[in-house]
């Protein structure tokens, strides 16, 4: 946003970070692409008429960021959701999709799409036979991740204490359990971490945008 109402780099302080997943290169399962490097050759080929699906923000940043270190000139088609491209998809009509984990997965599962790479800059112990962009030739980072925070200025034995209860939460077997069935892995990070975290997402975001052509609105 041109002004988004607060500055959020002093607004707002990370207590206790939850868990980060990353966004995924899909295919058709019955495409001839078996990894990013067929993809990206056929891409290149394909020259402008290439395109892909998306249907969050994130995944218009994964597929810009492939795309402009890639050297491919496919076109990136919007979705209400990520299900609503899958008959696009599986017809031809989008080459490939840059989407989140909980869909990919799922029609992975089902058989219908192959997942040819992840956004986040290491693998995930989520999914630890899936290769990332990077150890592929195409350097990213693009790791979605969920945390709690807390106005600027709050006590410290408050965040002390709402950090304790979510590093708790973090290390059950049952968390881990859950958030790796979505994809993603737990996050525990100290509050000073956490907060770092942020402050480079942030300017990493201002970057992604600019490439992905994201007018602030």
């Given at each position: ?59 218009q ?20 959701t ?6 696009d ?9 840059a ?119």
């Amino acid at each position: 946003y041109k002004d988004p109402g607060i500055d959020v780099r002093k607004a707002l302080e990370v207590v206790g970070t939850i868990n980060r997943q990353p966004f995924m290169i899909v295919v058709d399962a019955k495409s001839p692409y078996q990894t990013l490097a067929d993809l990206t050759k056929a891409m290149k080929e394909k020259g402008d008429k290439a395109s892909y699906a998306y249907a969050a923000t994130t995944g218009q940043v994964m597929g810009e960021l492939y795309k402009a270190k890639a050297g491919l000139k496919a076109v990136g088609v919007r979705y209400g959701t990520a299900s609503e491209s899958l008959n696009d998809q599986l017809s031809g009509r989008v080459d490939f999709g840059a989407h989140d984990p909980v869909y990919s997965l799922a029609e992975q599962r089902k058989g219908t799409l192959r997942i040819l790479g992840v956004s986040t800059g290491e693998r995930l112990d989520a999914n630890p036979q899936m290769k990332t962009m990077r150890e592929q030739g195409v350097d990213m980072d693009v790791t979605g991740w969920w945390a709690a925070m807390v106005p600027t200025g709050t006590p410290k034995e408050v965040k002390d204490t709402l950090n304790g209860w979510f590093v708790k939460a973090m290390q059950d077997p049952e968390t881990k359990k859950f958030l790796n069935s979505f994809g993603g892995d737990p996050l525990m990070e100290s509050p000073e971490k956490a907060q770092a975290r942020l402050l480079k997402d942030i300017n990493d975001w201002i970057e992604w945008g600019k490439i992905a052509n994201i007018e602030p609105k």
